[in-house]
């Protein structure tokens, strides 16, 4: 068993993410796992666990978001 580095539970399907930062993250959840790992939206602040959009060196959840903050030439959908 291995203990989850958000949660603390010592669970027995716990298991690890390897980043390509070379990081190992133990999680007993992908809740876990995407409340430590996800990016979070420079707009509203929700954790993107999809795509998302990057530009400017700022990361959002949606077009919507990345407007919001000045970038007009994006769209979530053609």
Do not use: W
């Given at each position: 068993m291995a203990i989850c580095e958000v949660?603390?539970?010592d669970y027995s399907l716990s298991?690890?993410?390897h980043t390509v930062d070379g990081s190992v993250h133990t999680f007993d959840s992908i809740e876990?796992?995407?409340?430590?790992?996800?990016?979070?939206?420079?707009?509203?602040?929700?954790k993107v666990l999809g795509h998302?959009?990057?530009v400017g060196g700022q990361f959002f959840?949606?077009?919507h978001c990345a407007r919001a903050q000045g970038h007009a030439e994006l769209a979530d959908s053609a």
């Amino acid at each position: 068993m291995a203990i989850c580095e958000v949660c603390g539970n010592d669970y027995s399907l716990s298991f690890e993410v390897h980043t390509v930062d070379g990081s190992v993250h133990t999680f007993d959840s992908i809740e876990c796992a995407a409340h430590k790992l996800a990016p979070i939206c420079d707009n509203c602040g929700c954790k993107v666990l999809g795509h998302g959009h990057q530009v400017g060196g700022q990361f959002f959840c949606c077009a919507h978001c990345a407007r919001a903050q000045g970038h007009a030439e994006l769209a979530d959908s053609a």
